[in-house]
């Protein structure tokens, strides 16, 4: 893994979430994007190397609206970036990692993502991240 990509963070609104992040870091939210396959809307702040993605539910069924149901807003997964997520991902498989996907997929900002299961890193929702390539 080459470094901590970026923080996930679930919230109930973008439209309220943004503004005190920007006020928070100090910057100002660079990108929103859809990612509909995972039912959310992103935001973007970049401190330093690491970036912030905020992350709204846009369906009532969604994983980020089951988790703040259950767990309320806040830290909802670390992502990780690799060089290669396909060796990464049979490496974390061979070293007993369940993946939540057994191919990576599209994910927000040009991103290929694969999730491990939180059972089996200590209850931490871990993403893998690679930047997409055009032959991906």
Do not use: W
């Amino acid at each position: 893994m080459l470094k901590v990509e970026h923080i996930g963070i679930a919230v109930t609104s973008l439209s309220e979430s943004v503004p005190l992040f920007e006020k928070l870091l100090n910057s100002q939210c660079y990108k929103k994007e859809i990612v509909e396959s995972e039912a959310v809307t992103t935001a973007f702040f970049q401190q330093g190397d690491t970036k912030i993605e905020l992350l709204e539910s846009t369906s009532e069924e969604g994983v980020i609206k089951k988790f703040i149901d259950k767990k309320g807003e806040g830290i909802h997964h670390i992502a990780f970036e690799v060089e290669d997520i396909l060796a990464e991902m049979e490496r974390l498989k061979t070293e007993g990692f369940l993946l939540l996907n057994n191919q990576p997929k599209s994910g927000a900002d040009n991103k290929l993502v694969c999730f491990l299961h939180p059972k089996t890193t200590n209850s931490v929702l871990i993403e893998l991240c690679q930047e997409r390539r055009n032959k991906q």
